[in-house]
């Protein structure tokens, strides 16, 4: 059994939550419930759960807050969010779970199944300080974006990217020496990544101007990476991705 | 070769229609060389009946020449027309009896010469004379053979005419529910086919029926629309039996004042366009209003008067009404004798009215009709495709002449410098575009429904529905309102109680809360700008309600009026200002108080553009410790009626 807390200001949430764990999600003990960020806390240090279902918004800070008044995270954490674009932007870079409201209960499943998972497998646990150290973070090359591969949770630092091919439905991400095969279409990445640094030049491809030696005049042109792989410029984007490289210098 | 002699065929059938054509214009030209011609006369009958309603007497008279003169150039068509106005005028005047044999004769002479359309009016007509005499049955089989008549023809403004009439035939038949099935109808085929007066028309119907199911703020709230489709068209026909309906449904409040003006102003209204039918149901209000305050002589002297014209209009149904209300004024004042003789009237006088076997007719006759009106459904469709299609084309026309006109204005606007006041008018549109947003937080919308899960699971379908209803409610004021430049005072309360019932519901009861207005204040009357209020209010629960511990919030929003302006409070005993701003400082995710920054600019623009004051104070209140205890919001609005 995993041991488990609710962490909502809501007494309708907890209570929704709550019955539907009961009833669904058996390997889950829901040991207490507290409704903010202070007896929250307080909570989690005498109980020391394994699991966490933490709302965002509450009184006296946010959940976030919760998290960062911590020393350490000890346990997994499902986040759940009526309506916070901030908060879902950051879940979504770092690869971490959450829950909508209202809750549909096929992904609670998910999301309990996955966190049993890693519990018993005594993975180390997910990367939340990366997570709140990436909110925080100005210089957007420091940031680390999560991204599951092969079921493994992996971190890349943004300046390490050099560029992002689609390969069918799916994304193949170049760092240096390596590449990574994700489940995720590059319209995904687009969305996620900082515009002030990265930039789809064309349909298929999406680049760190950072890594750029060199470009090649032509009718849209080509750019030159770092590793020498050519990449060609759709001619509708290349006035776009002309006005970044001239910010930039 | 077979085109050709096609052709030939229809060259041929052109000439003989033309032949035909002048073979008949030209004897009637020549037997009344000293009468006008056709197409004069039917603008001249046309202008008489758009003016009906300004002056039914002078209608009438006109009407008379004009059946004289259609008669002598065989015009049947304008006969028709003109016995159709006629009937009108006849009822309008207060002679429905009559009227009922103009429509008979216009039916039997459109039917016999295939005018459809006239034929769908003078059913309509008719119905129109059954329904004021009191005679429902004939007046709702009459209205729903027009409707299907109307329906053929494919004339939608017809078609909604007829709903709205059969809604008032309903209406006096106490079948509420249905009238305002019909009513909402009409209502909106108006407003698609782009005749907001008549639309008007159905709204001040419809709060006739709220009024007589006892719902006198839902009826005012129509009302309101009335008055404001009114004034934005500048129009005065709908204004007096609007104020009419508003008089009685203030009267049902209490609101004594209020309704006087309202009867006053629709009294005048009516005389001066001679309509006696509802110059009786003005006069017949003024008497019983008087009757509330137990002024008897006067009640008995107003109410007299009502009776010798409802008897000039054969209308029933009011005498009956009028002569129980008599009886109880004599009651009063202790004439047992007369008050029995005319209880005793108007006891006679309703069962000759509303019998069982009436009440049964009708309900076949409903399901018959519902039975018509599938089969008509086909044609029906048909024609809004139609409709559609020439409202498309009208857009066109619209985008293309309304480029034009942009352009001219601009070129027009950088010589006289009048881009300024067209800036301020975007920033106000976009303001309250953003408004609106800011208003239907995301947030609030969907801990609403994470609310409404709860109950599910919980398996409580009252309080499922009842939430889901509210929230459906607030929605669909927040979508009106917006609209809406301002609103009136009595709407925005109404909001603002629906919000907070949720919100509290949402919070477990953790505040109650307490929406009040000065006696010296008429809410219905008073108008405020829209979605000024709710932010101030969000923020109170926010920032200082939801975080309070160990004690009960409260929330008290007053109204109230000093020095000819209308002021607000939000007043709550939350954490208060300091304290808040406090944990704001320290949270990792920096909220962004959209609605309030919103409000504020909002407001500011207004005083710039209207050169009134519109402010914002804060308060901090202080407990005896010096003790942060809540904050006070106050509005300065200036006060618009």
Redesign the interface.
């Given at each position: 059994m995993i041991n488990a807390i609710i962490i909502d200001d809501e007494p309708n949430s907890v209570f929704t939550l709550d019955s539907f764990i009961k009833e669904h999600c058996n390997e889950v003990n829901i040991v207490g419930s507290a409704g903010n960020v202070k007896s929250g806390k307080e909570l989690i240090e005498d109980i020391r759960p394994q699991l966490v279902f933490l709302d965002i918004e509450m009184p006296f800070g946010s959940g976030f807050d919760l998290l960062r008044s911590l020393d350490k995270i000890t346990f997994e954490i499902i986040f759940i969010t009526a309506y916070n674009q901030y908060a879902l932007a950051a879940f979504r870079f770092s690869a971490i779970d959450y829950l909508l409201k209202p809750i549909r209960i096929a992904h609670l499943k998910d999301a309990v199944k996955k966190a049993e998972q890693r519990i018993q497998e005594k993975k180390a646990v997910f990367n939340y300080e990366q997570m709140l150290h990436n909110m925080q973070e100005k210089d957007p090359r420091k940031q680390k974006l999560g991204v599951l591969h092969r079921g493994e949770h992996i971190m890349l630092q943004l300046d390490e990217i050099m560029y992002l091919i689609a390969d069918g439905k799916y994304t193949r991400i170049h760092v240096k020496g390596k590449n990574y095969l994700m489940l995720k279409n590059l319209k995904d990445f687009e969305e996620m990544l900082p515009t002030s640094i990265f930039c789809r030049i064309h349909y298929g491809h999406i680049i760190n101007i950072d890594c750029v030696s060199k470009i090649q005049k032509g009718r849209g042109g080509n750019v030159v990476m770092r590793d020498g792989t050519e990449l060609e410029i759709a001619v509708r984007r290349k006035d776009e991705f002309m006005k970044l490289v001239q910010h930039e210098n | 070769m077979y085109n050709y002699m096609n052709r030939i065929s229809v060259l041929l059938m052109v000439a003989m229609f033309f032949v035909l054509n002048i073979a008949t214009i030209e004897p009637a030209g020549a037997q009344n060389k000293s009468l006008i011609d056709s197409a004069t006369l039917r603008k001249l009958m046309k202008s008489s009946r758009d003016s009906i309603d300004i002056d039914a007497k002078k209608t009438l008279q006109q009407a008379e020449i004009h059946v004289n003169i259609a008669r002598e150039i065989n015009y049947y068509f304008g006969l028709v027309y003109a016995l159709n106005t006629r009937g009108y005028a006849k009822r309008r005047v207060g002679d429905p009896s009559q009227a009922v044999t103009d429509h008979k004769e216009a039916i039997r002479l459109a039917e016999k010469y295939n005018f459809q359309k006239s034929r769908a009016e003078a059913y309509m007509g008719l119905a129109g004379d059954y329904n004021n005499m009191g005679a429902y049955q004939e007046a709702f089989l009459n209205y729903t053979t027009a409707i299907s008549v109307f329906a053929v023809v494919q004339d939608s403004t017809g078609i909604a005419s007829g709903y709205m009439c059969l809604g008032n035939v309903q209406l006096n038949m106490k079948y509420y529910d249905d009238a305002i099935r019909n009513y909402t109808k009409a209502a909106n085929m108006f407003n698609k086919i782009g005749l907001p007066l008549s639309a008007a028309k159905a709204y001040t119907s419809m709060a006739a029926n709220y009024q007589k199911l006892n719902n006198h703020r839902v009826a005012l709230s129509y009302l309101y629309r009335t008055l404001r489709i009114s004034d934005s068209l500048h129009s005065k026909q709908e204004l007096p039996i609007a104020y009419m309906y508003m008089g009685e449904c203030y009267n049902e409040l209490k609101m004594r004042d209020s309704a006087m003006y309202c009867f006053m102003k629709s009294y005048n209204g009516f005389k001066e366009n001679g309509y006696a039918f509802n110059e009786l149901r003005a006069l017949y209000n003024i008497g019983h209003f008087f009757a509330g305050l137990n002024e008897n002589d006067s009640s008995e002297k107003y109410y007299m008067e009502a009776l010798i014209l409802a008897d000039k209009v054969a209308d029933r149904l009011t005498k009956q009404i009028i002569l129980k209300d008599l009886s109880a004024v004599f009651l009063k004042r202790g004439e047992l004798m007369r008050a029995y003789h005319f209880r005793d009237s108007s006891a006679n006088l309703q069962d000759s009215i509303t019998n069982a076997a009436n009440l049964r007719a009708i309900a076949e006759l409903n399901t018959k009709f519902e039975r018509k009106e599938i089969e008509n459904k086909n044609s029906t469709l048909q024609k809004e495709n139609d409709l559609q299609r020439l409202r498309l084309q009208r857009k066109d026309i619209f985008i293309y002449s309304s480029g034009i006109i942009i352009m001219l204005f601009l070129a027009f606007g950088a010589l006289i410098l009048r881009h300024n006041k067209l800036r301020s008018d975007q920033q106000r549109i976009q303001m309250e575009q953003k408004q609106l947003l800011a208003q239907m937080n995301?947030?609030f919308?969907?801990?609403c429904?994470?609310?409404?899960?709860?109950y599910i699971?919980?398996r409580d379908a009252d309080n499922a529905n009842r939430y889901l209803a509210d929230f459906a409610m607030l929605m669909r004021q927040t979508l009106d309102n917006a609209k809406e430049g301002t609103i009136s005072l009595l709407k925005e309360m109404e909001y603002l109680e629906n919000y907070l019932s949720l919100e509290s519901m949402?919070?477990?009861n953790k505040f109650t809360y307490n929406i009040t207005c000065s006696d010296d204040i008429e809410p219905g009357l008073t108008q405020i700008p829209s979605m000024i209020i709710q932010p101030f209010v969000e923020n109170a629960i926010i920032h200082g309600l939801?975080?309070i511990e160990h004690r009960e919030g409260s929330l008290d929003i007053r109204f109230y009026k000093k020095e000819d302006s209308l002021f607000c409070e939000v007043d709550d005993n939350g954490i208060g200002f300091n304290a808040s701003k406090d944990?704001k400082d320290?949270?990792?995710?920096k909220h962004k108080s959209y609605g309030m920054e919103l409000t504020r600019s909002r407001l500011a623009l207004m005083s710039k553009m209207k050169r009134a004051e519109y402010k914002i104070s804060v308060v901090h209140k202080l407990n005896g410790n010096q003790e942060n205890d809540g904050t006070k919001i106050i509005v300065k609005l200036p006060l618009i009626f």
């Open positions: - | 995301p947030h919308i969907f801990n429904l994470n609310s409404i899960q709860r699971v919980q949402r919070f477990a939801r975080n944990y320290k949270m990792f995710i």
